[in-house]
Nanobody, 123 residues
Framework: QVQLVESGGGLVQAGGSLRLSCVAS????????MGWFRQAPGKEREFVAV????????YYANSVKGRFTISRDNAKDTVYLQMNSLKPEDTAVYYC????????????????WGQGTQVTVSS
C-alpha cells in the first residue's frame, strides 16, 4: 500500500522559513514525478512545485518562484519543499503528490496524495 507522509508544517511569522518533507512508502518513485500542492481555506487546491525526474529539473508556480525550492532524495524516497520569505498568503494545507501524469510546467496530475500538513504564516 502506497503512503505519502508529510511533516514540517507549523506556524511561522511572515519572512520566516519552513522545510516540508514527504516520505514515500509502499513503492519507490525514483523515476516518477513528485510534487507539492496547497489548498487555502475556501479555495481550490493549486499547484506549487514539481520535480518530474531525477535529472534535477524543477518547475514552480509563479507565486512561489524564487522563494520555494523543491528537491528529492531518491535513496530516502523523500521529497522536500524549502519555503523561504513566507507570506501570509502562503497559509494553506500543503499536500505531497507522486506519480501520475506530468506534461510540462505546472501541468501535473498526480496519482498519489499525502494527508497534508498545515502551514500558517502570521503577519
Amino acid at each position: 500500500q502506497v503512503q505519502l507522509v508529510e511533516s514540517g508544517g507549523g506556524l511561522v511569522q511572515a519572512g520566516g522559513s519552513l522545510r516540508l518533507s514527504c516520505v514515500a512508502s509502499g513503492r519507490t518513485f525514483s523515476n516518477d514525478p513528485m510534487g507539492w500542492f496547497r489548498q487555502a481555506p475556501g479555495k481550490e487546491r493549486e499547484f506549487v512545485a514539481v520535480i518530474p525526474w531525477s535529472n534535477g529539473a524543477t518547475y514552480y508556480a509563479n507565486s512561489v518562484k524564487g522563494r520555494f525550492t523543491i528537491s528529492r532524495d531518491n535513496a530516502k524516497d523523500t521529497v522536500y519543499l524549502q519555503m523561504n520569505s513566507l507570506k501570509p498568503e502562503d497559509t494553506a494545507v500543503y499536500y505531497c503528490a507522486a506519480d501520475g501524469n506530468y506534461y510540462s510546467g505546472s501541468d501535473y496530475y498526480p496519482t498519489y496524495w499525502g494527508q497534508g500538513t498545515q502551514v500558517t504564516v502570521s503577519s
